[in-house]
């Protein structure tokens, strides 16, 4: 399975952006999905958490309210709508898929990871 992300881009303080993150391969392999992110300097945080059949999600309390995670598994494709950007959201997004039904919020959790996508919110 691979995992390829799109969608970051410069935008400003409240503006709203949506990556998206088609998996490739065995896709159907893929059970649960994540989003995570890491800023300069700082070590990867977990974002976002969905299982597969997109009912069940978890979100780090940080983006709870602004960001809501989707998944179309016919397009094999997953998603972060992103609303209400700020400042600290700058970050490169990366999405994570778990060969598992587990939600983790941990990156070990996770079995392949995409190549992160950048998220860069002026102020």
């Known amino acids: 399975v691979q995992l390829q992300a799109s969608g970051g881009g410069l935008v400003q303080a409240g503006d709203s952006l949506r990556l998206s993150c088609t998996a490739a391969?065995?896709?159907?392999?893929?059970?649960?999905m994540g989003w995570f992110r890491q800023a300069p300097g700082k070590e990867r945080e977990f974002v976002a958490t969905?299982?597969?059949?997109?009912?069940?999600?978890n979100y780090a309390d940080s983006v709870k309210g602004r960001f809501t995670m989707s998944r179309d598994n016919a397009k094999n494709t997953l998603y972060l709508q992103m609303n209400i950007l700020k400042p600290e959201d700058t970050a490169v997004y990366y999405c994570?898929?778990?060969?598992?039904?587990?939600?983790?919020?941990?990156?070990?959790?996770?079995?392949?990871w995409g190549q992160g996508t950048l998220v860069t919110v002026s102020s």
């Open positions: 969905i299982n597969r059949s997109g009912v069940r999600k």
């Open positions: 994570a898929a778990s060969f598992t039904p587990y939600l983790s919020t941990g990156a070990r959790g996770y079995d392949v």
């Open positions: 391969g065995r896709a159907e392999r893929v059970s649960a």
